[in-house]
């Protein structure tokens, strides 16, 4: 059987993702009518003889309680749950680590570890499939992307001949290297035989920890508030970050090293969810693979507004039928739509009202913002640049025939003349 793990991260990431992750964080942010994070538990659904699903993070227990494993569960039909690192977080390795015992009931053969805020079609059965092949530790998901997206990943170089096969051995691995090592990168998606990849990540979590003075059994179960007040009293010295954190960057450099690294290349789409505007292109991509829940949305609208392209709407929310609406718009719970009001390539989140003939087209509206009559809030298609798609944070009012332009606004705001790339704190 399998294991899957979710690297969930904590509140001290996510800052990029502001002003989204002051109101809600960046796991449970909703991309197509469901929790970012729901999209790949969901995907683990391809896993063959699944044994449970763990999701590993350091945001506190009750700010992840509106994310309802629960339901998680029953749609998988195994246990799905919620684990808490000590804050500040272990790494991502580190906090395998630290729940080794629990990932291993169940005996299982192969664990999964998924990055949450990574969006891809998840050919899980394939990387197994391929992972059984090569009788290596490790076998990671890869994607030839440009030199630019290439500088802000783990850069992979695979050997030649498996080329043919779509994967092979990983001759080198550099996190996010100075210089272009190369364009395939590592998208956060990884298969590990078990219980063999604990031991190395054992291994390396001893040799950072002596390295700050710290025992691997410290390391592993003393909360790392703890470890930072020993580190106070004299111990740990030389750690460049406190107390050591062990990344999964740190487990394939060696891995690799030992020839027991493998990458399989990714056919399929894949996005790393990085500021706020991106999103729109994680929506957009699952839009184009929700088929039945965009067909009901459809159904639901029939004879009413006119619907382009891929749109998800809540069944809250209501759309006046001389709307248009799309493609690639998704509408949350008890958002309402008005008359006339045109909507494209946006998120538009809970009870947003958007006043009549108001036009949003490359946006995303926060949480009980109101858009006024005749107000336009637009963006550019550049998702990924930092003022590009137009953002208004939690409860904004944008006054009438109001236009906003690839701007940023915080919440709580009131927005009563035009602004253009600004952010509006
Ligand atoms: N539980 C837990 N504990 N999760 C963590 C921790 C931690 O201490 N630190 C990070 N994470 C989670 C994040 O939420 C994210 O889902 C994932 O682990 C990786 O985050 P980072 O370690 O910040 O790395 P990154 O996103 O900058 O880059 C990594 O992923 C890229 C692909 O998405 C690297 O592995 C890159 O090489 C890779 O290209």
Same mark, same amino acid.
């Given at each position: 059987?399998?294991?899957?793990?979710?690297?969930?991260?904590?509140?001290?990431?996510?800052?990029?993702?502001? $002003?989204?992750?002051?109101?809600?964080?960046?796991?449970?942010?909703?991309?197509?009518?469901? $929790?970012?994070?729901?999209?790949?538990?969901?995907?683990?659904?391809?896993?063959?003889?699944?044994?449970?699903?763990?999701? %590993?993070?350091?945001?506190?227990?009750?700010?992840?309680?509106?994310?309802?494993?629960?339901?998680?569960?029953?749609?998988?039909?195994?246990?799905?749950?919620?684990?808490?690192?000590?804050?500040?977080?272990?790494g991502s390795a580190?906090?395998?680590?630290?729940?080794? #015992?629990?990932?291993?009931?169940?005996?299982?053969? +192969?664990?999964?570890v998924?990055n949450?805020d990574v969006?891809s #079609?998840?050919?899980?059965?394939?990387m197994?499939? +391929?992972?059984?092949?090569?009788?290596g530790q490790a076998t990671l998901l890869v994607k030839r992307v440009d030199s630019q997206t290439a500088r802000g990943h783990g850069a992979v170089v695979v050997e030649e001949g498996g080329k043919?096969?779509g994967g092979g051995r990983v001759l080198h691995y550099a996190e996010k290297p100075g210089t272009l090592v190369s364009n395939t990168v590592n998208c956060g998606i990884y298969?590990?035989?078990? /219980?063999?990849?604990?031991?190395?990540?054992?291994?390396?979590?001893?040799?950072?920890?002596?390295?700050?003075?710290?025992?691997?059994?410290?390391?592993?179960?003393?909360?790392?508030?703890?470890?930072?007040?020993?580190?106070?009293?004299?111990?740990?010295?030389?750690?460049? #970050?406190?107390?050591?954190?062990l990344g999964m960057p740190d487990v394939f450099a060696s891995l690799a090293e030992s020839k027991q690294l493998y990458a399989l290349e990714s056919?399929? +789409?894949w996005e790393q969810?990085k500021?706020?505007?991106?999103?729109? @292109?994680?929506?957009?991509?699952?839009?184009?693979?929700?088929?039945?829940?965009?067909?009901?949305?459809?159904?639901?609208?029939?004879?009413?507004?006119?619907?382009?392209?891929?749109?998800?709407?809540?069944?809250?929310?209501?759309?006046? $039928?001389?709307?248009?609406?799309?493609?690639?718009?998704?509408?949350?719970?008890?958002?309402?739509?008005?008359?006339?009001?045109?909507? @494209?390539?946006?998120?538009?989140?809970?009870?947003?009202?958007?006043?009549?003939?108001?036009?949003?087209?490359?946006?995303?509206?926060?949480?009980?913002?109101?858009?006024?009559?005749?107000?336009?809030?637009?963006?550019?298609?550049?998702?990924d640049?930092?003022?590009?798609?137009? %953002?208004?944070?939690?409860?904004?009012?944008?006054?009438?025939?109001?236009?906003?332009?690839?701007?940023? %606004?915080? /919440?709580?705001?009131?927005?009563?003349?035009?602004?253009?790339?600004?952010?509006?704190?």
């Amino acid at each position: 059987g399998s294991t899957a793990v979710m690297m969930v991260g904590g509140p001290t990431k996510g800052t990029r993702f502001r $002003p989204l992750s002051l109101t809600l964080m960046k796991p449970l942010f909703p991309i197509a009518g469901k $929790p970012l994070v729901m999209h790949p538990v969901l995907a683990c659904q391809k896993i063959p003889d699944l044994l449970q699903v763990v999701l %590993i993070g350091f945001y506190p227990e009750d700010e992840m309680k509106t994310l309802d494993t629960a339901l998680m569960s029953r749609e998988l039909g195994v246990p799905v749950t919620y684990v808490q690192e000590e804050s500040g977080g272990l790494g991502s390795a580190g906090g395998l680590h630290r729940f080794r #015992d629990l990932l291993l009931q169940g005996n299982p053969d +192969f664990l999964f570890v998924l990055n949450c805020d990574v969006c891809s #079609d998840y050919p899980l059965n394939d990387m197994l499939a +391929f992972h059984k092949t090569h009788g290596g530790q490790a076998t990671l998901l890869v994607k030839r992307v440009d030199s630019q997206t290439a500088r802000g990943h783990g850069a992979v170089v695979v050997e030649e001949g498996g080329k043919a096969t779509g994967g092979g051995r990983v001759l080198h691995y550099a996190e996010k290297p100075g210089t272009l090592v190369s364009n395939t990168v590592n998208c956060g998606i990884y298969v590990f035989s078990c /219980p063999s990849v604990f031991d190395t990540i054992g291994r390396l979590a001893e040799q950072k920890g002596k390295a700050v003075g710290f025992s691997a059994a410290e390391q592993a179960l003393v909360p790392t508030s703890m470890l930072e007040s020993l580190s106070a009293r004299g111990r740990g010295k030389g750690a460049e #970050d406190g107390p050591a954190r062990l990344g999964m960057p740190d487990v394939f450099a060696s891995l690799a090293e030992s020839k027991q690294l493998y990458a399989l290349e990714s056919k399929g +789409f894949w996005e790393q969810l990085k500021q706020p505007g991106s999103s729109l @292109k994680f929506s957009r991509l699952y839009l184009s693979v929700m088929g039945s829940d965009l067909a009901l949305a459809r159904a639901r609208l029939k004879g009413g507004p006119e619907v382009v392209g891929n749109v998800y709407i809540h069944p809250t929310a209501e759309v006046h $039928p001389t709307a248009k609406i799309g493609p690639n718009v998704a509408i949350e719970a008890g958002a309402v739509i008005s008359q006339g009001a045109r909507v @494209k390539d946006c998120i538009v989140l809970n009870d947003v009202q958007v006043l009549p003939h108001a036009c949003i087209v490359n946006s995303i509206v926060g949480w009980g913002s109101v858009v006024g009559p005749w107000a336009r809030i637009q963006g550019s298609e550049d998702y990924d640049a930092q003022l590009g798609v137009s %953002i208004l944070a939690e409860d904004v009012v944008v006054g009438p025939q109001v236009v906003v332009s690839s701007s940023v %606004i915080l /919440p709580h705001k009131e927005i009563k003349s035009n602004v253009s790339n600004e952010i509006v704190l």
